[in-house]
């Protein structure tokens, strides 16, 4: 059985963020093949206990300082994988992806998913985004396959680089909706009367937009965040004070029945985001047949979706007269809608990026020139 080694996710489960859930879908379903997954220690929680019959953890020390956490973390991998060498390695996004010439130095074939162009992120400073630039070019030129998650941002890049990626979109669990509305009433949440929207809390998830929407409108009565922050931040604070109307519900890090209970019983739910790969909680909330108003980036195009559930990125205006229109007419809050999510199969996509690991070995002898 062959050997996958896997860095730049902070590990699963029960780690919040794209890339991990995205990784726990697909790995766990190569029964086929050894998983060694590289964890970080500092982000790891009892529910990161479970495990999967052909997935090896790997925990080392992580810290949680922005900027470095992923850097140091994955040196610490690529060392470890030195002497312990899997058939190929997988990184994820092109901070980690800074090690990718020093693999194909060791003789492993390299895949690299690229989830987003981490540079746009408002949160770095002006020279973390020069690094992260440097960082995307050593991905992309020394990766032996690339894997893009968003379409848009593959055909940004030469024919030099194209041929030699793949777009492979995030996948969709089927929705299980809940009965229950036990952590709505915990959480003082009234069923069917709130807007809704999922994700990490930093900057650019643009929840900031959706809050001051929230003020200006008197028939939302009431919005539910669900998602925590990472690190020491600013920007939660900035969102406690911009809900003047006291209508938030910051419910935390909220996964499996609590998670469904708020998709189940939502009345729309919400993307503000600035910056996406490919947002699985787009996926979500369609698998629940939700109602949609969705911010205008290239991330969020790649589904098909009405001309007016979109609103202008980073506009209140404009996602304030999208959230009046909906709630404004009936017919625009009549679910489950049904959506097509055939194409968005993990157990597809799973098989598929696994054929990416045959053609990385397959080429692997073409040598490597600096």
């Known amino acids: 059985m062959k050997t996958v080694a896997v860095i730049g996710t902070r590990g699963f489960p029960g780690v919040q963020g794209g890339v991990e859930v995205h990784s726990r879908h697909i790995y766990t379903r190569m029964s086929n093949m050894h998983v060694r997954v590289y964890r970080r220690k500092?982000?790891?929680?009892?529910?990161?206990?479970?495990?999967?019959?052909?997935?090896?953890?790997?925990d080392l020390p992580s810290t949680r300082i922005q900027g470095f956490e992923a850097v140091y973390h994955t040196l610490l991998s690529v060392i470890h994988i030195l002497f312990h060498r899997p058939d190929v390695v997988h990184?994820?996004?092109?901070?980690?992806?800074?090690?990718?010439?020093?693999?194909?130095?060791?003789?492993?074939?390299?895949?690299?998913?690229?989830?987003?162009?981490?540079?746009?992120?408002?949160?770095?400073?002006?020279?973390?985004?020069?690094?992260?630039?440097?960082?995307?070019?050593l991905s992309l030129r020394y990766s032996n396959r690339i894997i893009f998650v968003n379409k848009f941002q593959m055909e940004k890049y030469s024919d030099r680089i194209r041929r030699k990626s793949v777009f492979i979109p995030n996948g969709i669990v089927p929705a299980k909706r809940s009965n229950s509305t036990s952590f709505l009433e915990e959480n003082s949440i009234e069923a069917g009367q709130y807007l809704l929207s999922v994700?990490?809390?930093?900057?650019?998830?643009?929840?900031?937009?959706?809050?001051?929407?929230?003020?200006?409108?008197?028939?939302?009565?009431?919005?539910?965040?669900?998602?925590?922050?990472?690190?020491?931040?600013s920007y939660f604070e900035q969102l406690v004070k911009l809900d003047k109307g006291k209508k938030v519900v910051f419910t935390g890090y909220t996964t499996g029945e609590n998670l469904r209970q708020l998709y189940t019983h939502a009345r729309l739910y919400v993307l503000p985001s600035v910056n996406e790969g490919f947002p699985m909680v787009l996926l979500e909330a369609m698998s629940y047949?939700?109602?949609?108003?969705?911010?205008?980036?290239?991330?969020?195009?790649?589904?098909?979706?009405?001309?007016?559930d979109y609103f202008e990125v980073s506009n209140v205006d404009s996602l304030t007269r999208v959230l009046e229109r909906k709630l404004a007419d009936p017919a625009n809050l009549s679910h489950p809608i049904k959506y097509d999510l055939k194409k968005y199969n993990w157990q597809a996509i799973a098989e598929?990026?696994?054929?990416?690991?045959?053609?990385?070995?397959?080429?692997?002898?073409?040598?490597?020139?600096?």
């Open 42 to 58: 500092a982000f790891l929680s009892p529910r990161s206990a479970q495990s999967f019959p052909n997935i090896e953890y790997v």
């Open 199 to 233: 994700g990490r809390l930093t900057p650019e998830k643009g929840f900031e937009y959706l809050i001051q929407a929230a003020n200006r409108l008197p028939q939302v009565q009431q919005v539910v965040i669900a998602g925590t922050h990472d690190h020491q931040s």
């Open 91 to 137: 990184v994820h996004n092109i901070g980690p992806g800074m090690f990718t010439p020093l693999l194909r130095l060791m003789g492993l074939p390299v895949v690299m998913t690229y989830h987003s162009p981490n540079y746009e992120h408002s949160k770095w400073s002006r020279l973390s985004r020069w690094l992260l630039r440097g960082c995307e070019w």
């Open 352 to 370: 598929e990026t696994q054929q990416q690991y045959q053609f990385a070995e397959s080429g692997q002898q073409s040598a490597i020139s600096f």
């Open 289 to 308: 047949g939700l109602p949609l108003a969705v911010s205008d980036i290239p991330g969020t195009r790649q589904v098909a979706l009405n001309e007016d």
